[in-house]
């Protein structure tokens, strides 16, 4: 499968996955610097088996030209549409959207996600310190008190944590919090203001930010959107 994969690849056929076929595609070689995504869950265990590759579990669909990947299982319609609109224009996408009742593309797998954060190393000490933030969600950050239960210095320690998690000690907690917001957002009736100093923010104008970075909508659009209860407080 993988010898053929390549040789299509080497003809100039443009190779696609969704989901788990991300695994498929990363055994011919061809992800080695290159970004991609899978589903969201994955993403620890695709880390490890494929280290060259840039992994992007924020993103439905990554198009790079001669390599396209997708998220989970229902991204497939997100990757029809995009590849569609490469190759047949895009009126006839926005047509085949409508037909189907469908959103066109432009979703993102960071409206879905939790914060899956990469385990799979093997830096003990470095696990320790992901440890605490866990225990603490997110709320003690200072690089000193998260160096000093790693046992490191401080520059060490950044290095160290980079390279085993993917992450910057800021993204890394920024993430945590903000998927705990996420679950408050959902399941209660907290005004988001609240929320924000419940996961660690003094400032909701900075937790707004950093949420809708992260996520892609504002903490007000994603509880709309996702909330049990939608008469919830904003």
Same mark, same amino acid.
């Given at each position: 499968?993988?010898?053929?994969?390549?040789?299509?690849?080497?003809?100039?056929?443009?190779?696609?996955?969704?989901?788990?076929?991300?695994f498929v595609l990363g055994a011919t070689g061809l992800f080695d610097d290159r970004t991609v995504t899978t589903h969201w869950t994955y993403e620890d265990r695709f880390r490890s088996q494929f280290?060259?590759?840039?992994?992007?579990?924020?993103?439905?669909?990554?198009?790079?030209?001669?390599?396209?990947?997708?998220?989970?299982?229902?991204?497939?319609?997100?990757?029809?549409?995009?590849?569609?609109?490469?190759?047949?224009?895009?009126?006839?996408?926005?047509?085949?959207?409508?037909?189907?009742?469908?959103?066109?593309?432009?979703?993102?797998?960071?409206?879905?996600?939790?914060?899956?954060?990469?385990?799979?190393?093997?830096?003990?000490?470095?696990?320790?310190?992901?440890?605490?933030?866990?225990?603490?969600?997110?709320?003690?950050?200072?690089?000193?008190?998260?160096?000093?239960?790693?046992?490191?210095?401080?520059?060490? *320690?950044?290095?160290? &944590? !980079?390279?085993?998690? @993917?992450?910057?000690?800021?993204? #890394?907690?920024? $993430?945590?919090?903000?998927?705990?917001?996420?679950?408050?957002?959902?399941?209660?009736?907290?005004?988001?203001?609240?929320?924000?100093?419940?996961?660690?923010?003094?400032?909701?104008?900075? *937790?707004?930010?950093? &949420? !809708?970075?992260?996520? @892609?909508?504002?903490?007000?659009? #994603?509880?709309? $959107?996702?909330?049990?209860?939608?008469?919830?407080?904003?």
């Amino acid at each position: 499968m993988t010898r053929w994969l390549r040789e299509r690849h080497a003809d100039g056929a443009v190779l696609a996955s969704i989901c788990s076929g991300a695994f498929v595609l990363g055994a011919t070689g061809l992800f080695d610097d290159r970004t991609v995504t899978t589903h969201w869950t994955y993403e620890d265990r695709f880390r490890s088996q494929f280290p060259q590759a840039r992994i992007d579990t924020d993103r439905i669909v990554i198009d790079d030209g001669d390599l396209m990947t997708a998220g989970g299982v229902m991204a497939w319609t997100d990757l029809c549409l995009t590849l569609i609109q490469r190759f047949v224009g895009q009126a006839v996408m926005m047509e085949v959207a409508s037909g189907f009742l469908i959103d066109p593309p432009g979703r993102e797998q960071s409206y879905y996600s939790g914060f899956r954060p990469h385990i799979g190393h093997k830096d003990d000490a470095i696990s320790k310190a992901q440890d605490f933030l866990h225990e603490t969600e997110g709320k003690i950050v200072e690089v000193a008190t998260l160096a000093a239960r790693a046992g490191l210095e401080d520059r060490t *320690f950044l290095r160290r &944590f !980079h390279k085993a998690t @993917g992450h910057t000690t800021t993204e #890394y907690w920024q $993430r945590l919090r903000v998927a705990n917001a996420k679950t408050k957002l959902r399941d209660t009736g907290l005004a988001v203001d609240q929320v924000a100093w419940e996961v660690g923010y003094t400032d909701p104008s900075a *937790f707004r930010k950093v &949420f !809708h970075r992260i996520v @892609g909508l504002s903490p007000s659009d #994603y509880r709309r $959107r996702f909330s049990a209860g939608k008469d919830a407080s904003d």
